[in-house]
């Protein structure tokens, strides 16, 4: 009940009956003032008419009033500039730190907000919204689409950052790992991203020209060179004894953690052993591929850098021992689609950030609205409801749209939400 108190205070969304305070006096909202979804007021710099005065201050919203005492706010002097307690039910008087008695208003929920607000907490069919969906302007769904976008590349900016944390800024070692996490394309994303925060980087750089050996180093600290196998393979048995030398050069240890794989229902062709293989091959092939992925200017460099020839053994294998027929087992499209969305372009974000170069910025956008695009649950969700993707900037902005609000339930903060409770 107080988020949707703090929503119709926000929003002026007040009865048709004048607003007094619990002491009759008329109070005239000029300004709701600036949300505070920090520690503090509510509501900071709002101006309000109580009585014959003019007031600017903060405001604090609970549904009781008791609440004041019991999050002690009484003893807390950065709520000495209250000059309005705004509450559902006023049980008790309240006053400040300094001893000033707060004002105190009652405001009703209009029913049929409340109502609204129900149905879209309780809405057995996803998204909530799709009554309001289709009539939406175009306008309205522009604005908020572009809005989640930026913030959904704001929150990979931020994963970014925590990387660049635990490696000491080093771009090229943060560019990769979350390239491997992407490797994983969903399912096995978190173990690939474990496997890469724990690869040894400077030993894989010594032998990086060396494709068979960057191979042995990838899979053996994968932990799938350790398992015995039901058939004899000769290339398992070579990669065994290569690991076996490259662990004992660089006293990795014996006890290297295995990063938790899941195999049950993948297709074949996400295998984590085909994936560490391409892998392999673009680390070998591509030096430097950080700052050669941030100077493409065109898509087609970039489709070009990320396409990968993994050895001939994985031509006819997905995993070891077991033959497949032969086939060519370079990137889809979609795959490169999906790895320039979720690897080149929020780098190309953060470090135009970081470097202060608002091109490097601009090209991670432009680079969205020339992709298609993605096909997902979310995607096809939405258009079901009405709302079709036109390119990869829109679909990324409904994964954040469904991630952030709607699994969340954070109607009152959605402009979608908004408009079905308007």
């Given amino acids: 009940m107080e988020e949707l108190l703090h929503y119709v205070w926000k929003h002026k969304i007040h009865p048709l009956s004048p607003l007094v305070t619990t002491d009759g ?21 709002a101006k309000l008419r109580i009585g014959d005065t003019l007031w600017v201050g903060n405001v ?5 009033a008791s609440d004041w005492l019991r999050h002690g706010h009484d003893r807390d002097e950065a709520y000495n500039n209250v000059i309005l307690h705004v509450v559902s039910q006023a049980d008790t008087e309240v006053r400040c730190a300094n001893g000033r008695q707060v004002p105190q208003m009652e405001l009703p929920v209009p029913g049929q907000v409340k109502e609204r607000y129900e149905e879209l907490l309780h809405a057995d069919r996803f998204p909530p919204c799709y009554r309001v969906v289709p009539r939406l302007s175009t306008l309205s769904v522009h604005s908020w689409l572009s809005a989640l976008q930026v913030e959904r590349l704001e929150q990979k900016t ?37 496997w890469a925060m724990h690869l040894p980087f400077r030993a894989v750089d010594k032998h990086r020209d060396n494709l068979f050996q960057v191979e042995a180093l990838f899979l053996g600290t994968a932990g799938l060179l350790s398992a015995p196998l039901s058939h004899p393979d000769a290339y398992y048995e070579q990669l065994q004894r290569e690991f076996a030398y490259l662990r004992h050069k660089f006293e990795l240890g014996d006890d290297l953690p295995i990063p938790p794989w899941r195999l049950l229902r993948l297709r ?27 100077e493409c200017q065109e898509m087609k460099q970039l489709y070009e850098l990320f396409q990968v020839h993994p050895s001939p053994y994985w031509e006819e294998h997905y995993h070891f021992a077991t033959t497949s027929p032969r086939v ?80 969340k339930k954070e109607c009152l903060r959605c402009r979608f939400g908004y408009e079905y409770l308007k």
């Avoid at 000029?30 to 710099?45: M, R, T, V, Y």
């Avoid at 889809?332 to 135009?352: C, E």
Wanted: glycine share 6%; net charge negative; hydrophobic share 40%.
């Fill in 328 to 407: 060519n087992k370079q990137l889809s499209r979609s795959s490169l689609n999906l790895i320039i969305i979720n690897t080149v372009v929020p780098f190309l974000y953060a470090y135009g950030q970081h470097k202060g170069k608002e091109e490097l910025c601009e090209r991670a956008f432009s680079l969205l609205e020339q992709l298609k695009p993605e096909t997902n649950y979310v995607t096809r969700m939405w258009q079901a409801a009405g709302l079709k993707s036109q390119h990869a900037a829109d679909s990324q902005a409904l994964v954040q749209l469904q991630l952030a609000y709607c699994d």
């Fill in 158 to 194: 931020a994963a970014i950052n925590q990387r660049l944390v635990a490696t000491g800024n080093h771009w090229e070692d943060v560019f990769f790992i979350t390239l491997a996490r992407n490797f994983g394309f969903g399912v096995n994303g978190d173990a690939f991203e474990w």
């Fill in 25 to 45: 006096r008329p109070v005239e909202v000029i300004d709701a003032g600036l949300h505070n979804p920090h520690a503090g007021p509510d509501f900071f710099n």
């Fill in 268 to 294: 074949p062709g996400n295998f984590p052993h085909l994936r560490l293989a391409q892998l392999a091959s673009l680390y070998h092939e591509q030096q430097a591929l950080f700052s050669r992925a941030m």
């Fill in 60 to 64: 604090e919203i609970h549904h009781l």
